[in-house]
């Protein structure tokens, strides 16, 4: 028998996007194509403004490729709906930015739970699996307090609860450790790493931070005018 090829989690097929500025076309990403297989732990890194949140972007559906193709588990879901994009993308994505965007009025198992009260309307069940997942990154002490109330690396924390409350195929992080000094970047670090041993979850995490890339599975440069593995 033929070992069946392996389709991966996600593949990048020749993707180029560009933006308008005051009549003028700007090239951000340029015939980009890499593939990230489930469970990895992957760095983008490039210069500011090489178009690091806008691949993120892209992948996340927040915004579609000029050209080319972003496929999760061989399917596009850029051939969905509108609405069904939304549902994709909250079941499917989880995203954690640099800014924590919490809400403060919320506390953080509230905060935890809004993305699983989306589409469904059973709050014990999400209460529960947010209290569990606020376990799983360390902060089943700290559940009632809001945000005002945690410091930056447990506010992070909550930020990457919130990201896995509805099991995403992929969590994307956007400079997650940009607000953080140099021991909370450091223990972020390693919570990616412990979630991504203990459950599998994949991470494509854009960022500045050398630590965080070179503890990554893989790092992806981004260049003026193409991505080089590494």
Do not use: W
């Amino acid at each position: 028998m033929k070992n069946e090829i392996e389709i991966p989690l996600l593949d990048v097929c020749h993707v180029s996007k560009s933006f308008h500025n005051d009549g003028h076309e700007v090239c951000v990403l340029k015939d980009l194509s890499f593939a990230v297989k489930e469970g990895e732990v992957v760095a983008v890194m490039g210069p500011s403004g090489i178009g690091k949140s806008t691949l993120l972007n892209l992948i996340g559906t927040l915004d579609k490729p000029d050209s080319g193709k972003i496929l999760f588990q061989g399917k596009s879901p850029f051939l969905l709906s509108d609405p069904e994009i939304a549902r994709f993308r909250n079941g499917s994505i989880g995203f954690v930015f640099q800014f924590h965007h919490l809400l403060p009025e919320f506390t953080a198992l509230e905060n935890v739970m809004i993305p699983n009260m989306v589409y469904r309307n059973d709050l014990r069940k999400t209460e529960e699996l947010a209290r569990d997942i606020l376990g799983r990154v360390g902060l089943q002490d700290r559940i009632r307090h809001r945000p005002s109330a945690l410091s930056g690396g447990e506010r992070q924390r909550v930020a990457i609860a919130r990201a896995l409350i509805n099991n995403p195929k992929v969590v994307l992080a956007d400079e997650p450790s940009g607000n953080l000094d140099a021991e909370n970047s450091s223990m972020l670090i390693d919570l990616i790493l412990d979630l991504n041993r203990k459950y599998g979850t994949t991470f494509i995490i854009a960022t500045h931070n050398a630590e965080i890339a070179e503890r990554s599975h893989r790092i992806i440069h981004l260049r003026k005018t193409a991505s080089v593995n590494s």
